[in-house]
């Protein structure tokens, strides 16, 4: 993902949070917004924010490289 692809996003950065403390937020941030980037480096984070995702219908496109390991662009479809 590069910069340009973050561009018009909210971003919630939850770096340092243990899940499952980046779902929340990302969830509570979806309330008001319909374009999130999170960024998280808990391992789980992954796991937790598709689960979530999928719960709601919402889109999640995730770093599949490694420079963009740790940021979902999660959208309200």
Do not use: F, Y
Not at 9 to 16: E, F, H, N
Not at 25 to 49: K, Y
């Amino acid at each position: 993902m590069t910069a340009a692809e973050g561009e018009g996003a909210l971003v919630i950065d939850a770096r340092g949070m243990r899940c499952p403390w980046p779902a929340l937020r990302l969830a509570r941030a979806m309330r008001g917004a319909s374009d999130i980037l999170l960024i998280a480096d808990d391992p789980q984070a992954g796991r937790e924010v598709a689960a979530l995702a999928n719960e709601h219908g919402w889109t999640v496109e995730d770093g599949a490289s490694t420079a963009n390991e740790g940021r979902w662009r999660v959208r309200r479809d």
